[in-house]
């Protein structure tokens, strides 16, 4: 088998960036020739084993991350972008694409910036949005997508706010809700828990906590340790979110409530000790939920997270959906990546999984880059705690590459040798490359159309190989 080489030009100049070094003193330390570290920084040689040994011996970097991080994620998102009709005749190659995420991620994300603020304005036009009678109509990112796309670009890890939590887990020690409720009470905190106020209420007048005692819980935990990261755990927060640069407030606003979010998961399933748990378990999301005390959706998106430097766990993607098929939440530490517009491939799973409530539904998968899966999903109902309360029902997936296989309980008894007992999936119908699928919703822009009108098989339409 040929072995793959290994262009990481941005990532080194981002690292040589950050540690303040000239190309002279990096190549120095990395005991390579500067001629030659500019080469590897422009992407015109491979990175050398010279380098990935100085790379981790001289600076303790941790040399996975050469191969994983935002180039695959710029190629999915740049071509289901390219896949808009406003780019029909002019898409530019596969190969192109990639050179550009490797060579210039900056101008790549520049260019997913103008064409999702075009698209914003084109709906606009369409639904004839009462705002482009104002002034100045705002054609930046909006706020959920800044959001959403910030968390998605940094591996779904935020490693100052994780170690963090896993410190202050470590300090409560078995009696967590206690030791968060007596640290809330030192800051003259009152909690109550009454109905009729939602999940959680947080009055800064009165300096008064309220918590739904209908919810779960394992709810209720959650949303107590939400509020105290966003009351003991401020400065931490708004540090993070300082580097981050967020285009508006809202933007800010929302990133807040997912950094508070991120931290009370964490709490409740500290890396280290949930990491050798996943290990030990084989990945069994009701053995996980049980012994943490977490839903099976906040174990699910956990394992999706672990991505510390130097202690990765198996890497996860995780999504959530709702009935519709719209994507509600996303992130990807695989190859696979998501639809930014629109809904997920109708033959994945999880789809199904709302014809099976409380079942985990199995399922090898294929995408059209070769790529194989063991894929997981299982229908979620969030009850309202009443009678004539709403029920929120989604679907999560939770999904790893076939090479990770013996890592997943739900792997047994799995086929996983034959090719037939893979189903091809994809991303999205206009960038999907697959010819003859079944469910098809729109053919695929970048291949030409043959009609004939005295012949009709699954498709209206033949598409040109």
Request: proline content about 5%.
């Amino acid at each position: 088998m040929a072995v793959r080489k290994l262009y990481a030009g941005a990532k080194l100049r981002e690292l040589r960036t950050r540690l303040g070094l000239t190309q002279k003193d990096f190549a120095a330390k990395l005991g390579v020739s500067l001629p030659y570290l500019n080469q590897m920084e422009n992407n015109n040689r491979p990175v050398s084993t010279t380098v990935v040994l100085g790379l981790a011996q001289e600076f303790g970097f941790d040399v996975t991350e050469l191969s994983t991080g935002d180039a695959e994620r710029l190629v999915s998102d740049m071509r289901e972008a390219l896949a808009d009709p406003v780019f029909t005749d002019t898409a530019p190659p596969l190969a192109d694409l990639r050179l550009a995420a490797s060579n210039a991620p900056a101008l790549a994300r520049a260019f997913l910036d103008l064409h999702r603020s075009y698209r914003q304005t084109h709906e606009r036009l369409a639904s004839l949005d009462e705002a482009l009678g104002r002034d100045g109509a705002d054609t930046a990112p909006s706020p959920w997508e800044e959001v959403r796309d910030f968390f998605h670009y940094c591996d779904n890890y935020i490693d100052a706010v994780d170690r963090a939590a896993e410190r202050f887990a470590a300090q409560a020690g078995a009696d967590l809700a206690h030791h968060t409720e007596d640290r809330l009470r030192a800051r003259g905190i009152t909690i109550r828990h009454e109905a009729g106020t939602g999940l959680r209420h947080y009055d800064p007048g009165s300096r008064t906590l309220t918590l739904s005692p209908r919810a779960a819980p394992e709810t209720q935990r959650f949303q107590l340790l939400h509020q105290f990261a966003l009351l003991d755990q401020a400065q931490l927060l708004g540090a993070t979110l300082d580097l981050a640069r967020f285009q508006s407030d809202t933007a800010r606003s929302i990133a807040q409530i997912g950094m508070a979010n991120y931290f009370a998961g964490a709490v409740l399933m500290p890396y280290t000790r949930f990491a050798e748990a996943a290990a030990e378990t084989r990945h069994d999301l009701e053995r996980l939920s049980i012994q943490f005390g977490a839903s099976i959706e906040q174990v699910a998106h956990r394992l999706s997270t672990l991505q510390r430097p130097g202690a990765k766990g198996v890497p996860f993607f995780f999504t959530r959906v709702d009935q519709a098929g719209t994507i509600t939440k996303r992130h990807s530490a695989t190859r696979l990546q998501f639809a930014r517009f629109g809904g997920a491939c109708p033959l994945w799973n999880v789809h199904r999984a709302f014809e099976t409530p409380g079942q985990f539904l199995r399922q090898l998968a294929e995408t059209p880059d070769g790529a194989r899966y063991v894929i997981l999903a299982r229908d979620v109902s969030k009850s309202g705690g009443g009678w004539n309360a709403p029920m929120r029902r989604y679907a999560i997936s939770l999904g790893c590459e076939v090479k990770h296989a013996g890592a997943l309980v739900y792997a047994d008894g799995l086929d996983l040798e034959s090719a037939e007992s893979f189903q091809p999936i994809g991303i999205s119908c206009r960038i999907c490359e697959r010819t003859g699928c079944h469910q098809r919703s729109v053919p695929p822009l970048e291949r030409k159309l043959r009609i004939d009108p005295n012949h009709r098989d699954i498709l209206p339409y033949e598409i040109e190989r």
